[in-house]
Antibody, heavy 125, light 108 residues
Framework: QVQLQESGPGLVKPSETLSLTCTVS????????WSWIRQPPGKGLEWIGYIYYSGSTNYNPSLKSRVTISVDTSKNQFSLKLSSVTAADTAVYYC???????????????????WGKGTTVTVSS | DIQMTQSPSSLSASVGDRVTITCRASQSISSYLNWYQQKPGKAPKLLIYAASSLQSGVPSRFSGSGSGTDFTLTISSLQPEDFATYYC??????????FGPGTKVDIK
């Protein structure tokens, strides 16, 4: 079955760029949307953005100016870059697969059905 | 932007109890509503998609209902492994995927 694994530095200095990679195993990155979500300590889930395997993206407006999500289909990976980080960006970062379910009437429902275990990123000098 | 609210924010219940969690959207989202369960230190797990469809492998004691702006997650008979935080998520609007603030279910 498909598994996701986040990787990247656990400590980032303020004002620098946070960079994470999600490696997809057990399946192809093609034909799906892929997402990043984060969770600050003791708080709820925040959707960061998603990318289609073809490269089209969509971002949370509150983070859009600082976020870039990219995909490398040859490596079955997608990545997150978050620039100009502050302590408020300290969180567990998750990657997830977005699955689309279509009805007979042609409606598409999207949901996150496979998640990575998450990686903790601390922003501190 | 569509805002999601959940009630209650926390609840205490006993094993065997029927538990109901409510999620409300700030505008109609049809049936574009998902539910997730998260246990401490773990990634969220999909329970329900499209408001009422049970994800494969999820016990049938979990059910979802609603459409428009008001939705409900029901656990028919709470089990020890169900103590967790539950999040709703809308997938209606672009850019989409807004999560609710969560409902923590703990042991009475």
């Amino acid at each position: 079955q498909v598994q996701l694994q986040e990787s990247g530095p656990g400590l980032v200095k303020p004002s620098e760029t946070l960079s994470l990679t999600c490696t997809v195993s057990g399946g192809s990155i093609s034909s799906y949307y892929w997402s990043w979500i984060r969770q600050p300590p003791g708080k709820g889930l925040e959707w960061i953005g998603y990318i289609y395997y073809s490269g089209s993206t969509n971002y949370n407006p509150s983070l859009k100016s600082r976020v870039t999500i990219s995909v490398d289909t040859s490596k079955n990976q997608f990545s997150l870059k978050l620039s100009s980080v502050t302590a408020a960006d300290t969180a567990v970062y998750y990657c997830a697969r977005i699955h689309g379910y279509s009805t007979q009437l042609g409606y598409y429902y999207y949901y996150m059905d496979v998640w990575g275990k998450g990686t903790t990123v601390t922003v501190s000098s | 932007d569509i805002q999601m609210t959940q009630s209650p924010s926390s609840l205490s219940a006993s094993v065997g109890d029927r538990v109901t969690i409510t999620c409300r959207a700030s505008q109609s989202i049809s049936s574009y509503l998902n539910w997730y369960q998260q246990k401490p230190g773990k990634a969220p797990k999909l329970l329900i998609y499209a408001a009422s469809s049970l994800q494969s492998g999820v016990p049938s004691r979990f059910s979802g209902s609603g459409s428009g702006t008001d939705f409900t997650l029901t656990i028919s008979s709470l089990q020890p492994e169900d103590f967790a935080t539950y999040y709703c998520q809308q997938s209606y609007s672009t850019p989409g995927f807004t999560f609710g603030p969560g409902t923590k279910v703990d042991i009475k």
